[in-house]
């Protein structure tokens, strides 16, 4: 089937570019002497983890337990959830899946959140493995303060049943910075953060096994790793999108777009698209390196793009456009931020060339817990 023939809207996905982005990041991984554990919250789909893990990855990240589970039941086995847990609910979910064979890792970054594992972990066969996060700029989670990081270390190294496997930092800063040299800059001084808290644990008998570091604009351009990350955790170069296409300032690698029609031509210069928030969400970005224009691109239409969504309806003003299209035609719209837009679907379309050849499930798509 061509694409062209997919109701709208519809999730695709180019093959081509998909396993062009897939080497890419993994070749600069091995250039650099780090492992890449790519960050799944990005695609939410197993079939690419499962390549992304055939091509070298060390592991997978998600964001979320029941992202975990789903990627588990699918035959990955070694996940770390890149965020803080909370709740003996979820924690016996996570003891639930080392319980089975998954080496599973999760965030930590207070004592209290180590405190609860140790009552949820206590007498298990396997102890429960964190990972503190640490803040690096981002103004987000993470320990910022040394005082705060030795506490936490000594209620790791008193719970009998809480293990400490690593650090995790993420430079979600870099997103805003004005150039890439900017970006490098902020990436760099955020892994030196990072492997400085790394010392501080070793110096206590803790040294972590794992320190990983992530964001996709800061890998893009060649980066030079610091001594002492030990992983790589990119999510969004996998697919890209139009806020990453800035960064590299091409779109040849946007592996991911969205398929809608031309429903309505109110106007000499207005177009309706059948897709909106809904399929696109309202995200913008607007400084920075990753600065794109409105809330979608269309692909082939240089300078086009949406101004506006609505619940069901994308709305373009373009005078060109309106005269170069007609009712019925569809289009390909590159999102502003994929993560979010992949949650929106159950399913991606696998593209070679025009031909449909196969339907990846979107399988941890509203796992919200």
Not at 103 to 128: H, N, T, Y
Not at 144 to 159: M, P, V, Y
Not at 229 to 244: C, F, H, K, N, W
Not at 326 to 354: E, M, S, T, W
Request: with cysteine; hydrophobic share 40%; charged share 25%.
């Amino acid at each position: 089937m061509k694409y062209r023939e997919l109701d709208t809207p519809s999730l695709l996905i180019d093959r081509a570019v998909l396993e062009s982005n897939l080497r890419f990041m993994q070749d600069y991984a091995n250039a650099q002497g780090v492992a890449l554990r790519p960050h799944t919250k990005t695609h939410k789909m197993p079939a690419i983890a499962l390549m992304q893990m055939e091509l070298g990855a060390a592991g997978i990240a998600v964001a979320k337990v029941g992202e975990a589970e789903v990627m588990a039941a699918h035959g990955l086995r070694d996940i770390l959830i890149a965020n803080e847990i909370v709740g003996e609910a979820k924690l016996r979910r996570i003891r639930a899946l080392a319980e089975q064979g998954v080496d599973i890792v999760f965030g930590v970054d207070c004592p209290e959140q180590v405190e609860v594992a140790q009552k949820v972990f206590e007498s298990a066969s396997i102890p429960a493995q964190v990972s503190i996060e640490i803040e690096v700029g981002e103004n987000r989670s993470g320990i910022i303060e040394e005082e705060d990081f030795h506490a936490l270390l000594d209620c790791i190294a008193a719970c009998p049943d809480v293990r400490l496997r690593g650090l995790f930092s993420h430079d979600g800063n870099s997103y805003t910075a004005p150039d890439i040299e900017a970006c490098h800059a902020i990436a760099t001084a955020a892994m030196e953060r990072t492997v400085h808290f790394a010392r501080l644990a070793e110096e206590r008998g803790m040294k972590p096994e794992t320190v990983s570091f992530g964001s996709t604009p800061s890998l893009m351009h060649g980066l030079s790793i610091v001594p002492g990350i030990t992983e790589l955790r990119p999510g969004t170069y996998v697919l890209m999108d139009a806020s990453q296409a800035n960064v590299i300032g091409s779109q040849e690698r946007c592996a991911a777009t969205v398929l809608a029609t031309v429903m309505s031509r109110p106007t000499a210069e207005r177009v309706i698209l059948d897709v909106g928030a809904k399929g696109l969400t309202m995200q913008e970005r607007s400084q920075g390196i990753c600065s794109a224009p409105g809330k979608g691109v269309i692909m082939d239409w240089p300078g086009v793009s949406i101004s506006d969504v609505y619940d069901e309806h994308a709305i373009v003003y373009s005078r060109d456009f309106r005269e170069g299209t007609r009712i019925g035609d569809k289009v390909r719209i590159i999102p502003v931020h994929i993560c979010p837009v992949c949650n929106l679907y159950d399913r991606a379309y696998l593209l070679d060339g025009d031909e449909v050849t196969a339907e990846l499930e979107v399988a941890c798509r509203g796992r919200q817990c």
